[in-house]
């Protein structure tokens, strides 16, 4: 069966550190994968997704990036924190050629920025 | 703006009771989908219905969609204390758009 993984939980930042938070897909091959940032008491904003190995899209411009090196890692990074960065950050994952399908999320990462 | 709008924001039931949510949107859809996400946690696929479908059922949920009306709406029936959560709807709207667009939520409790 499929798992995902994300990591670490929870990281408190201080403002103007660097992030790494990474995402790992088990069970499957060549999964479209996503990055969503959900603040307190809001909706998913969808922040990159990937249909492959260095394939990354981005939906929102902002201080965040993300890379995919290998076929089920994917990894979202910044160069310098922001406050407004703070949030729950989930990864997800699906499978084929119709995007919108179901998707299958990771357990999350707390991030605070302070 | 938000594609999909949850209705109410927040539910607070007996166990045993029946709850409904509500789910408007505003453009033309390809599927509309509902998910759960318990406090702090990932969010867990519950059920997708397309856009030519009117009624689909899993277990004790039941989803309706009218798209005439572009709504859709999640009946739990007979709620448990563990169906305390969070519930979305997703819609995907585009041919070959990735993008799913998540609602804001509607919280449901349920007092044992």
């Known amino acids: 069966s499929q798992t995902i993984h994300q990591w670490p939980a929870t990281l408190v930042q201080p403002v103007g550190s660097p992030l790494s938070l990474e995402c790992t897909v088990e069970?499957?091959?060549?999964?479209?994968l996503y990055w969503y940032r959900q603040a307190a008491g809001r909706g998913l904003q969808l922040l990159f997704y990937?249909?492959?190995?260095?394939?990354i899209s981005s939906e929102v411009p902002q201080n965040l990036s993300a890379s995919r090196p290998q076929d089920r890692q994917f990894i979202l990074s910044s160069k310098k924190l922001l406050l407004s960065d703070s949030g729950f950050y989930l990864c997800?994952?699906?499978?084929?050629?119709?995007?919108?399908?179901?998707?299958?999320f990771g357990p999350g990462t707390r991030l605070l920025v302070l | 703006s938000q594609q999909g709008e949850e209705d109410p924001q927040a539910l607070s039931i007996q166990e045993g009771e029946n709850a409904t949510m509500n789910c408007s949107y505003k453009?033309?859809?390809?599927?509309l989908q509902w998910y759960r996400q318990n406090s702090g946690r990932g969010l867990v696929h519950l059920i997708l219905?397309?856009?030519?479908?009117r009624e689909k059922h899993s277990g004790r949920l039941r989803v309706t969609l009218d798209t005439s009306k572009k709504s859709s709406s999640l009946l739990i029936t007979a709620s448990r204390a563990a169906d305390t959560a969070s519930y979305f709807c997703?819609?995907?709207?585009?041919?070959?758009?990735?993008?799913?667009?998540f609602g804001k939520g509607t919280k449901l409790s349920v007092i044992p």
């Open positions: 997800a994952w699906n499978l084929g050629q119709v995007p919108q399908e179901t998707q299958y």
């Open positions: 069970g499957t091959s060549n999964p479209n």
């Open positions: 990937s249909v492959g190995i260095g394939q």
């Open positions: 453009t033309s859809i390809n599927n």
């Open positions: 219905i397309r856009s030519n479908e």
């Open positions: 997703a819609t995907g709207v585009g041919a070959g758009s990735y993008q799913l667009t």
